[in-house]
């Protein structure tokens, strides 16, 4: 059975930075593109970054360019997300999202399978 | 970015009726069209894909059409675990963005 598991969420204080994970099993991690996506009540679902298998092509939505960074271990079938320069409007439940097909370079986007989720809360 | 709207915003239906939900995209996006679930406090699933793909196990009740700019998805004989949120997204664009929802109530 396929499972994502995030981890790392909390309260934040605005500038601050927090380091995501999202650790995989049943299925051939370093195959995959990874997505990160959020879902807020108020901005609904939106997506963040996406890494390809082997972590060489990373892409993220203009939103967090240059304060967020993803990055996957193959070796420990874990993905990361290290967010910097936090906004209150980063708060949102942060989701890890397999890709649906196993291809090396460009993603589908289209999101398979999805984590629990971990809640980020930026406020002072 | 493409912009996505869902229509309903919400709706109430009864089980064992038939619904359908549209998805209009700002753009063309010819077939790259994905419908996902999300019951309360879970996380979403996909269901169809393609505009017309159904993804492995999810039932049969669920259909996907359309293509360009407008798309429907029906649900044939509502089951009560069908009452939740429907999103529809776009992978046209490597700019993913998803509509805003529509949430399906029990009448």
């Known amino acids: 059975e396929v499972q994502l598991v995030e981890s790392g969420g909390g309260l934040v204080q605005p500038g601050g930075s927090q380091r995501l994970s999202c650790s995989a099993s049943g299925f051939t991690f370093s195959s995959y593109a990874i997505h990160w996506v959020r879902q807020t009540p108020g901005k609904g679902l939106e997506y963040v970054s996406s890494?390809?298998?082997?972590?060489?092509?990373?892409y993220y939505a203009d939103s967090v360019k240059g304060r967020f960074t993803v990055s996957r271990d193959n070796s420990k079938n874990t993905l990361y997300l290290q967010m910097s320069n936090l906004r209150s409007d980063d708060t949102a439940v942060y989701y890890c999202?397999?890709?649906?097909?196993?291809?090396?370079?460009?993603?589908?986007?289209?999101?398979?399978?999805w984590g629990q989720g971990t809640l980020v809360t930026v406020s002072s | 970015d493409i912009q996505m709207t869902q229509s309903p915003s919400s709706l109430s239906a009864s089980v064992g009726d038939r619904v359908t939900i549209t998805c209009r995209a700002s753009?063309?996006?010819?077939?790259?069209l994905n419908w996902y679930r999300q019951k309360p406090g879970r996380a979403p699933n996909l269901l169809i894909y393609a505009a017309s793909t159904l993804q492995s196990g999810v039932p049969s009740r669920f259909s996907g059409s359309g293509s360009g700019t407008d798309f429907t998805l029906t649900i044939s004989g509502l089951q009560p675990e069908d009452f939740a949120t429907y999103f529809c997204?776009?992978?046209?664009?490597?700019?993913?963005?998803f509509g805003q929802g529509t949430r399906l109530e029990i009448k």
């Open positions: 890494i390809s298998p082997n972590g060489a092509n990373t």
């Open positions: 999202v397999k890709d649906l097909l196993a291809r090396p370079v460009v993603p589908t986007y289209r999101f398979d399978c």
């Open positions: 753009q063309n996006i010819n077939n790259f």
């Open positions: 997204q776009q992978s046209y664009s490597s700019r993913v963005t």
